[in-house]
């Protein structure tokens, strides 16, 4: 899970919250947690090439 949040797209984001609900366990919160504050402090993955931050839903690819 190398990838930030805005620069994959919305099929594979559904797929990660899956991947995510069934691995589920308190390391993987705490893994979760750090990384993210090191991708904050470091403003890394924060938008989406071509946009602000990500495009808008909208239920299709």
Do not use: P
Request: proline share 0%; charged share 20%.
């Amino acid at each position: 899970m190398s990838q930030s949040r805005n620069a994959i797209n919305w099929e594979n984001k559904f797929q990660l919250n899956v991947w995510y609900v069934i691995r589920w366990s308190l390391w993987l919160d705490f893994k979760i947690l750090f990384s993210t504050a090191f991708k904050v402090c470091r403003q890394e993955g924060r938008s989406q090439n071509g946009y602000g931050t990500r495009h808008e839903f909208s239920g299709k690819n």
